[in-house]
């Protein structure tokens, strides 16, 4: 039995409705959690940024797919 492993796509690189879901997404989780930024959710948790973002994606219900840029902004 072969296993294929399927990148999760670039956050950059999916369609405009789907990018719109997630940053949605990520700024509920950000207020019903009362952290200033994903950095700082990270930190405070003890998580990896990808771990945190595949957390509210999931949560979320919606596709995995790679950290946007935007999370890495300061």
Known sequence: MDLKVVAAPR?????????ADAAR???RYLLAND????DEACEIRGL???DLWDEIMAVARLPACAV???AFAT
């Not at 956050?11 to 990018?19: G, I, K, L, N, Y």
């Open 68 to 70: 946007p840029l935007f």
């Open 48 to 50: 990896a940024m990808q």
């Open 25 to 27: 997404a990520a700024s």
């Open 35 to 38: 952290f200033a930024s994903l």
């Open 11 to 19: 956050f950059e690189e999916m369609a405009p409705d789907e990018r």
